[in-house]
Nanobody, 124 residues
Framework: VQLQASGGGLVQAGGSLRLSCAASGRTFSSNNMGWFRQAPGKEREFVAAITWRGGTTNYADSVKGRFTISRDNAKNTVYLQMNSLKPEDTAVYYC??????????????????WGQGTLVTVSS
């Protein structure tokens, strides 16, 4: 699976962005998908994930109620809708694919494939 993330940019606090992650390969619908982020000087952290059929989602506490993950298996794409953005959301956002499972994986080591990252900058 090859992943291509897009949709990052500069936005003011309180604004919105939608990230997309397009996957190549026939196995997209067999993968759980996740979004992670890495701010300067910090470790990569879990943001959100969705199971392969889209039936289960989960979010980091820091983004609950503001971010929404979704997927369109017909388009081989996973999305991250980000609303009410805060300066602390500034980071490079990565999409990642993990083997299909009924439960969400939070650890980076559980994800086999990674996109190149897209930068989100939130100004105050």
């Amino acid at each position: 699976v090859q992943l291509q993330a897009s949709g990052g940019g500069l936005v003011q606090a309180g604004g919105s962005l939608r990230l997309s992650c397009a996957a190549s390969g026939r196995t997209f619908s067999s993968n759980n998908m996740g979004w992670f982020r890495q701010a300067p000087g910090k470790e990569r952290e879990f943001v959100a994930a969705i199971t392969w059929r889209g039936g289960t989602t989960n979010y980091a506490d820091s983004v609950k109620g503001r971010f929404t993950i979704s997927r369109d298996n017909a388009k081989n794409t996973v999305y991250l809708q980000m609303n009410s953005l805060k300066p602390e959301d500034t980071a490079v956002y990565y999409c990642a694919a993990a083997p299909a499972a009924w439960t969400i994986a939070y650890e980076t080591a559980r994800y086999d494939y990674w996109g190149q990252g897209t930068l989100v900058t939130v100004s105050s």
